[in-house]
């Protein structure tokens, strides 16, 4: 029994720190999404139940907010990660061949993981700058464009460019779990297989693709979630807008409860989110489960 | 220096019991074998001793000190483990001086006692070389030589030469009996080798499922094994095992398997007599089984001890051999000379020496009589 | 796949790809330095001018003017803020979730697995959830436009993973290392401090760096728990700073760089713990 008492003092520290930022808020918040409390207007927390989750739900004022936040987000998500897990793999695969200097590459893949991502936005909203922007300056020398163009002015403009940005970004750490686990692969099973008469393509998707699945179905869900969580990037290069064309889940509940002050409604908003968010963690759970049991 | 005395010693782990009231005197200067199978608990008796477990019930005694809620470094204990447990962050002095820096020992001290141990091992030159630069035989000596260093009361080892090739292992044997003559002091040794245990031991406990099947000195335990799972332990090629009837045959008390007959030797009959007409478990090794010559056939079935046997495999191992042979559908393990090895299929004629046979009781396993005269195995 | 064939897709593919590569992963980063060392009026009228003029005006006025009103006094201030809280979130993180990850490495409790797969769930909560509730929270104790509240927060973020990567390194050094050590004189915790802890420091590298770069990236949290200097950190400082110089844009790179340079050279030096505390955590799942 001392043993067990002794690891409980060890961890008991990690507990209450987890407890108090995530546990507790986590309760908080659920109370907090059945009252009603908007800080101009009504100032205390009064209960009401379900009420805001019926906004959410049937009042046409809210629930269409709701769900083009939530259609927005999903775009985002679906479109990024799988163009991150393009591009990763890519350049993971580019990576795990021998060539000189490749530790030099290797270490260059790091920066942008390593830039804010405030900053990170800050640059590519220079970039693309309409009137001082380097990109409109480029396209505009090499003849591909006539006029400099508002890039984040459109909706389909600045969610593309907040797309790119933040694909930009997690590239690094798709290509580091890809890369790590292409570098276990043994290399008498490519000789193999070109033994067998398998050509380069053919080797791709037979041998390395198949191999890879565990990390890249850790990749996608570790990345899924994120990439639904997103705020940063889009609160500094597009604010949510132009007309809440980039207002993707996090922004919306943000601007609610810090700039609309609608903290009750907003808490309750971010309470779906949550259990969407868990339950993507179940879906890839079981996802999990039963590759291992394959 | 001094003896170990465990009373009632019991380790749980949840509900499976390692070790199961395990009492024990080992003297002062003894070296003890614990041999077992894997599992058997004799690594967990092994850690009790050492402290390093904590214990479900029962008492040890380091000495005539209670050690029950000492802990492992005050002892007086030192270990030498499987795996060797050298810090690889510290080159070998340090490895052998960190317990006496410990005891902040003096420099000169700790000095003189490393220099000693090292000259004792022959690890002198490696001194300031790193763990991970030696070999497993030097690593094995470096481990040795930091539990010497300490000058314990008790010598702990698990299992210390497994992980070491055969020449090696050999090698080491005799460097670590060499040893324990040397400093006189208690060693306990755990190993699953019995070829290691008969070898160094002064006295051998064998363990199983947490319990003590025996315990004795190596001639005791090769030539009186206590029961069926001791008997088939001890010895290699292991003791053939034939089940069978007590009957009387022709005045006699024999042995009956039912292809084959055993007359009794007069000191097993002594002992054995009141299990007449019962089922018995009869055990033979393999080098008290006589294969006789092919003209000797006339004998076969004759009731004398006698019995046909069909070869199915034929193992020359140099200056012995044995051959696998099938009795009425039982496989025995017969040593036979080198020089006139029958061939496969061949059918030979054996002669199983009655007097050594070693009767067990089929439902407690235990040994009804030993073998009164056994040749001793080669060592 | 080995580098075995050299065929002649391979010859040109290869060198595209890593020019691309490279050109990916550099240029935005590249465009920051540049423009932090070129006049505004290059940049204005003509960004790609040749020969360039380089200046280092931007960042001196970044460091060497006084309350001139461009806000370089409240920048600075906000370096030693993020310095501060990243540090201190750090060595309270690793403390922490070292201990914690020997208590799960080492030692036998109930609950364990519940326990460790609910601490790992925990990290994928969205901020958004616990943001409001910690606002409310932060205000009722003070803490609000503190240090403390940040290091709070972060240090929970960064605890399951540190734990997490701590066990795993603890979970590799033999058992008979410490007990080994325990029988030549150690407490259990002298056992710790002696053999397990220096044969671990790869891994505190690694989750003293995720933990520190995860830190000094974030802004969700900062910018909602601080609103004066006293406890702003780089990244509001930085937004706050680039909106106010809106056409500035060297000066506005000359922050970029000024916040960037630190998490830069640390990813690009200590490189190898990242990916290793990457991978340690992530593709074992």
Known sequence: MREANLAYLFIAPTLVIVGLVFIWPLLYSLWLSFNRLNLGVSPNPTWVWLHNYALIFTDPAFSTDVWNTTVRTVIFTVISVPAELIIGLAFALLLNEEFRGRTFFRSVMIVPYAMLTISNGLVWSYILDPTYGVLNVILQRWGLISNFQNWLGTPVGAMGWVIAADVWKTVPFMIIILLASLQTFPTNIYKAAEVDGAGTIQRFWRVTLPMLRPAILIALVLRTLGAFRVYDIIYVLTGGGPADATNVLSYYIYAQAFIDFHIGYASAVAYLTTIAMVLIIIVYLIILRSESAA | MAGVTLKHLTKRFGKVVAVNDVSLEIEDGEFIILLGPSGCGKSTLLYSIAGLEDISDGEIYIGDRLMNRVPPKARNIAMVFQDYALYPHMNVYDNMAFGLKLRRASKEEIDRRVHEAAALLGIEHLLERRPRELSGGQRQRVALGRAIVREPDVFLMDEPLSNLDAILRVQMRAEISKLHSRLKTTFIYVTHDQIEAMTMGDRIVILRDGLIQQVGTPEEVYANPANVFVAGFIGTPSMNMMQGHLTRHDGALTFDAGSFRVPLGTAAVERATHYEGRPVIAGVRPSAIQALPRGAAGDVAAGAGIVAARVDVVEPMGDVAYIFVDVGGQSFTVRVDPLSLPRVGDVVPLRIDGSALHLFDPESQRAISGAVREPVAAR | ?285
């Not at chain 3, 605890?159 to 050094?173: A, D, Q, V």
């Not at chain 3, 990236?217 to 609103?227: G, H, Q, V, W, Y």
């Open chain 3, 1 to 285: 796949m080995s580098g075995h064939r050299h065929g002649l897709l391979r010859r040109i593919l290869f060198p595209l790809g890593v020019a691309f590569f490279t050109v990916f992963s550099l240029a935005p980063f590249v465009w920051m330095v540049y423009a932090s060392f070129v006049p505004k009026s290059q940049l204005l009228s003509d960004p790609f001018a040749l020969p360039p003029q380089f200046t280092i005006n931007n960042y001196y006025r970044l460091f060497a003017s006084a309350n001139d009103g461009i806000g370089a006094d409240n920048f600075r201030h906000a370096i030693i803020n993020s310095l501060g809280v990243c540090a201190v979130t750090t060595l309270i993180s690793l403390l922490i979730g070292s201990i914690g990850g020997y208590a799960f490495a080492r030692l036998r409790f109930g609950g364990k697995n519940a326990l460790l797969l609910f601490l790992l769930a925990i990290q994928f909560l969205p901020s958004v959830t616990v943001i409001i509730p910690m606002y409310r929270m932060g205000s009722a104790v003070h803490l609000l436009n503190t240090w403390w509240i940040l290091i709070f927060a972060y240090t929970s973020f960064a605890l399951p993973f540190t734990l997490w990567i701590m066990r795993g390194y603890f979970e590799s050094i033999p058992r008979s290392l410490e007990n080994a050590a325990r029988v030549d004189g150690c407490s259990r915790f002298g056992a710790f401090l002696r053999v397990v802890l220096p044969l671990s420091a790869p891994g505190f590298a690694a989750t003293a760096i995720f933990t520190f770069l995860n830190a000094w990236d974030e802004f969700f949290f900062a910018l909602i728990f601080t609103n004066n200097y006293a406890a702003k950190t780089l990244p509001v400082a930085l937004s706050e700073f680039t909106s106010r110089h809106t056409i500035d844009f060297g000066l506005q790179m000359s922050g970029g760089v000024v916040a960037n340079i630190l998490p830069v050279v640390i990813a690009l030096s200590m490189q190898r713990y990242i990916v290793r505390g990457l991978t340690a955590g992530g593709v074992k799942g």
